[in-house]
Structure formats: C-alpha cells, structure tokens
C-alpha cells in the first residue's frame, strides 16, 4: 500500500484504485482539539481541490479539500460519536473518507513520506 | 535573553513580561491585539476542564491598567460618569463594577473594570482596566474629557494575572494572602507569595477567582508562585474564550461593539437606577428610549441541536425562514459538550425556549433560543 502527502497536510493511502484519506498528525497538532467532523456523502464526485470535509476545532472550522478526483466510497461514521479519534489516531482510525479514483496520473503529483517530513521541517 | 523572533507584520509585536515563561512552557503564541500571547499550553479542552475543577493562570497583562486621580470620590466619579452609564458615585471603596464607554448614539466603545481602593488615603483615585486592542483609544478618549483636576495615569508598569476556578481561592489563602472572605467583585491590596499586588475578586471566566495587578518587575516571580501550585494549570486565550463564553459573557469587538447599545446586549444590570433616571451620560437618549419602549434587537444565547457548531456571522433564521439576526461568538462548549452560541436576534424572537433555525455553509441547523449563562456562575457571594 502506497501513502502519499499533500502541502494541505493530507494523507492518501492507496490500495488498487481507492484513496483512504485522513488529515496528517501535523495537521491534528495545529487543529487542536477536534469537536466536529462533516463528511461528504457516499457516491458524492469530488474534484481535486474541491471540499471534500469539514474539520472543527474548538476555535476554528477549516476545510479538508480532496487531494485527488473520484467518487467517494466510504466515510468514518465513528467521527460522528468521537472527532477525537482524529486527534488520538489522525494517520489510522482518525481517517475521514475514501475515494475511488477517476485519475491515478494526480498521484503522480503527491509528495511520499519523505518529502512530506522534509516540507514540515520548514515550517 | 529570548530572541523575540517576529512574523511579518506591519507593527512589532509587544510582549509581556511573561513571554519567555509561556515559550518554556511549550505553550502555543499567536498575536492577538498587537501582543504575543499563549493560545493554548497543552490543550483547549483540557484547559478549560482544569479552570472549571481546580484553578487556571491566565496572563492577561495585555490588557490596559490606568488610574484616574482626582481630589476626591465624587469628583473622580462625576468625571468618569460623563462618559459611562454606571453609577460610580455609588462604587463603594474596596468595591468593583462593570460598564461601558458609550458613544453618543448609545454604542458601546469598549467595556471596562472600574475598582475604588479600601483605602481612605487613595479617595479620589479609581482604577481601570479596558480591553487590550481598545485601550490607546480608550486612554486618549479618556483624556480629552476630563476636567481640570483630575488626571490619567497610565499604568503601563504593571501585570496583569487571572487565577480562575473554585481552587482559586485556597491557591492565594495558601500563598499567605488574607482574601478567603472577600465577597465577588471586592477590591482591594494583598500579598501573595511576599509580593505587593492589588486583587479584586472577580474574572470572566464565570468561576470564582481574581485578578492579580502587580508590577512588571514582580511579575515572574508571581506566575512562578502561582504555577507551582499543584492545583493551578497555565491557561490559554483559547480555553478563556470557550470558559467566557459558556459564561455567557461579551467579548468586545464580536457581542458587543460601537452598534450595540448596553441594552441591546443584555447589560442593563450595568446601569443603575440612578443612572438611568438622570442620564448625563453618551447616548443617553437611545439608552432611556429602549429602557422604556424596548430594544429592538436582544443580546440572545443559542443552543444548536447535534453537534455542529454554528461560528460568528452565522445567520439567524427564524423558523418560517425570516432573516431575523446574526451570531456574535460561537463554537464548542467543553463543560456543556456540545455547541454553544451568542448572538442577536429580533426583539419579538428573544423569549428562551424560541426555535430558530441557523445557516451554517448553507445548510439550515436547528438551534433554539436559551438563558444565558450556559454554565452556571460560581461567584463567591459571602457567607
């Protein structure tokens, strides 16, 4: 299974055509304490860069854009009863949605791991 | 030395004296009205909980202190009343009150702490405390009005601290302070840890607690004091406005602001009798219009039904789908677990119990018209 990074600090793990995607444990420590999760419906398209999911911290709310175009196959209903996870388990069972992928080439454009920590170092 | 590293903005940012101690602390620093502060240390939620079981710090030194010195009580008074609707004649010494700067249509310029010292020797001298982003505006608004006599004194040397929470109290009693009996909203002098500070009992946090004046010079000292309690936890701006708001108390420039009136924003309590009998203060036509006919417009609070929060600007709708007001402050309430909100709605829409429906990115959430405070006020009323 292969994981890529987005600079919006998302994380994609991929296996055959399907994304699982979740917000990265930078992302998590800079949120704060999560509240509130939105999720998209099953079956919704989404377009790279479009709102894929909203994210609420107990200041702030922040989208959570789609790293990758498809149609979304699954959501994290646990997030409903515990956002927390999110902040407890952001890269595991904090994830948000999958997507099965209309384009596997825009993976092409997404950082690996080591890019990602290497980006993250810079800020 | 710390290096004071800044980001790229137009003015520098200021610092309090207790910067470097926040940056030990791992705690978190955003700008905020012009000063480097903590947001949070180890967490909003956890934060809050702690204040609300056992006592939270909270640097709050960006904010103004300033002494107003006149000859004597009712002329210092008389010289504040011109530009506040609370009546400060009647502030009785070692005593605290809320209230406002008003403009002249009635709008709230910025609200304040006014403390009279237990002390016959300082007849004559009140203190102030204003909002931090409001303060130089305040000071010089402050200034243009007064009559020879009495004068304004900056007290930029000073510190300002916030123990919070029902610990608070047992904290200063076991740092050698005598304040156990001290009613809410008393003023007056203490040591604390050996040093020289002017406390009230009072804070916005809904708990009881006080507010710790101390000079810059002390002010280390004093935070290492209070910190070292185990009962006491540093507190960030995050938790202080989700405990302020389930206090059901306005943050200025968001509840409250140069379009709302004190009656408007629920703050009629702040004006007393005398006062609103005689007026003689800005705005006082509107405000003694609205007492008498009713605002238009009520300082509401809102409880959304689920989980989401509803943030400021959202709109407000009433059920059959009339725009009928905006939310002022809202997010997550730790203590209440679950949303919580403020905001104004038409006067006909304000009776608690009312449903509303919220626009929140578009879609309608259910919300309905509640009491404020969210959490119950904890203040310490004497025994």
């Given at each position: 299974?292969?994981?890529?990074?987005?600079?919006?600090?998302?994380?994609?793990?991929?296996?055959?055509?399907?994304?699982?995607?979740?917000?990265?444990?930078?992302?998590?420590?800079?949120?704060?304490?999560?509240?509130?999760?939105?999720?998209?419906?099953?079956?919704?398209?989404?377009?790279?860069?479009?709102?894929?999911?909203?994210?609420?911290?107990?200041?702030?709310?922040?989208?959570?854009?789609?790293?990758?175009?498809?149609?979304?196959?699954?959501?994290?209903?646990?997030?409903?009863?515990?956002?927390?996870?999110?902040?407890?388990?952001?890269?595991?069972?904090?994830?948000?949605?999958?997507?099965?992928?209309?384009?596997?080439?825009?993976?092409?454009?997404?950082?690996?791991?080591?890019?990602?920590?290497?980006?993250?170092?810079?800020? | 030395?710390?290096?004071?590293?800044?980001?790229?903005?137009?003015?520098?940012?200021?610092?309090?004296?207790?910067?470097?101690?926040?940056?030990?602390?791992?705690?978190?620093?955003?700008?905020?009205?012009?000063?480097?502060?903590?947001?949070?240390?180890?967490?909003?939620?956890?934060?809050?909980?702690?204040?609300?079981?056992?006592?939270?710090?909270?640097?709050?030194?960006?904010?103004?202190?300033?002494?107003?010195?006149?000859?004597?009580h009712d002329?210092t008074a008389a010289?504040l009343e011109?530009?506040v609707p609370a009546d400060i004649r009647a502030l009785g010494r070692g005593r605290q009150r809320y209230t406002?700067?008003?403009?002249?249509?009635?709008?709230?310029?910025?609200?304040?702490?006014v403390s009279r010292?237990?002390?016959?020797?300082?007849d004559?001298?009140l203190?102030?405390?204003?909002?931090?982003?409001?303060?130089?505006?305040?000071?010089?608004?402050?200034?243009?009005?007064?009559?020879?006599?009495?004068?304004?004194?900056?007290?930029?040397?000073?510190?300002?601290?916030?123990?919070?929470?029902?610990?608070?109290?047992?904290?200063?009693?076991?740092?050698?302070?005598?304040?156990?009996?001290?009613?809410?909203m008393?003023?007056?002098?203490?040591?604390?840890?050996?040093?020289?500070?002017?406390?009230?009992?009072?804070?916005?946090?809904?708990?009881?607690?006080?507010?710790?004046?101390?000079?810059?010079?002390?002010?280390?000292?004093?935070?290492?004091?209070?910190?070292?309690?185990?009962?006491?936890?540093?507190?960030?701006?995050?938790?202080?406005?989700?405990?302020?708001?389930?206090?059901?108390?306005?943050?200025?420039?968001?509840?409250?602001?140069?379009?709302?009136?004190?009656?408007?924003?629920?703050?009629?309590?702040s004006i007393q009798k005398r006062r609103r009998e005689e007026?003689g203060?800005?705005?006082?036509?509107?405000?003694?219009?609205?007492?008498?006919?009713?605002?238009?417009?009520?300082?509401?609070?809102?409880?959304?039904?689920?989980?989401?929060?509803?943030?400021?600007?959202?709109?407000?709708?009433?059920?059959?789908?009339?725009?009928?007001?905006?939310?002022?402050?809202?997010?997550?309430?730790?203590?209440?677990?679950?949303?919580?909100?403020?905001?104004?709605?038409?006067?006909?829409?304000?009776?608690?119990?009312?449903?509303?429906?919220?626009?929140?990115?578009?879609?309608?959430?259910?919300?309905?018209?509640?009491?404020?405070?969210?959490?119950?006020?904890?203040?310490?009323?004497?025994?």
């Amino acid at each position: 299974m292969a994981k890529f990074f987005t600079k919006d600090h998302e994380w994609l793990s991929v296996d055959g055509n399907v994304a699982t995607v979740g917000i990265t444990d930078y992302a998590q420590q800079q949120l704060g304490d999560v509240v509130f999760v939105e999720l998209p419906e099953v079956g919704k398209a989404v377009t790279k860069g479009g709102e894929a999911a909203v994210v609420e911290s107990v200041k702030a709310a922040s989208e959570v854009y789609a790293p990758v175009s498809g149609t979304v196959t699954d959501v994290n209903a646990a997030l409903a009863e515990n956002p927390a996870t999110v902040n407890e388990a952001p890269e595991t069972e904090g994830w948000f949605v999958r997507i099965e992928l209309s384009d596997e080439g825009e993976l092409a454009e997404l950082m690996d791991e080591a890019a990602y920590r290497a980006y993250v170092d810079t800020l | 030395m710390v290096d004071h590293a800044q980001a790229a903005t137009e003015t520098p940012l200021r610092y309090t004296p207790l910067y470097d101690r926040h940056v030990a602390l791992g705690a978190r620093m955003v700008p905020f009205a012009g000063y480097s502060m903590p947001v949070q240390y180890e967490g909003i939620i956890a934060e809050h909980a702690h204040t609300r079981a056992a006592a939270g710090l909270f640097d709050v030194s960006h904010m103004g202190q300033a002494f107003l010195i006149g000859p004597d009580h009712d002329t210092t008074a008389a010289a504040l009343e011109r530009l506040v609707p609370a009546d400060i004649r009647a502030l009785g010494r070692g005593r605290q009150r809320y209230t406002q700067f008003l403009n002249p249509q009635g709008g709230i310029l910025d609200d304040l702490m006014v403390s009279r010292s237990p002390d016959a020797a300082d007849d004559g001298t009140l203190m102030l405390i204003v909002n931090a982003a409001c303060k130089d505006d305040d000071f010089a608004h402050l200034e243009a009005s007064l009559p020879a006599g009495v004068r304004l004194q900056r007290a930029d040397d000073r510190a300002l601290l916030a123990l919070q929470g029902p610990k608070a109290v047992d904290v200063l009693v076991r740092l050698g302070a005598d304040v156990a009996d001290w009613p809410f909203m008393t003023a007056s002098q203490a040591t604390i840890a050996g040093i020289d500070c002017s406390v009230t009992r009072s804070g916005y946090t809904g708990e009881d607690g006080f507010e710790i004046s101390v000079r810059n010079t002390n002010a280390v000292a004093l935070w290492d004091a209070l910190v070292a309690d185990d009962d006491v936890k540093p507190i960030g701006l995050g938790a202080r406005d989700s405990l302020r708001l389930e206090g059901g108390l306005c943050l200025y420039g968001h509840d409250i602001d140069q379009a709302t009136t004190p009656v408007e924003a629920n703050l009629l309590w702040s004006i007393q009798k005398r006062r609103r009998e005689e007026g003689g203060f800005p705005g006082d036509h509107v405000i003694r219009e609205q007492i008498a006919n009713g605002a238009p417009r009520l300082r509401v609070g809102i409880r959304p039904e689920g989980r989401a929060p509803a943030r400021e600007g959202t709109e407000i709708l009433s059920r059959d789908g009339q725009p009928i007001g905006t939310v002022t402050s809202g997010g997550f309430g730790p203590t209440v677990n679950g949303p919580v909100a403020m905001g104004y709605v038409a006067a006909a829409h304000a009776a608690a119990g009312t449903p509303v429906t919220l626009m929140v990115r578009g879609k309608p959430l259910a919300a309905e018209v509640v009491a404020l405070p969210f959490v119950p006020a904890r203040f310490y009323r004497g025994r």
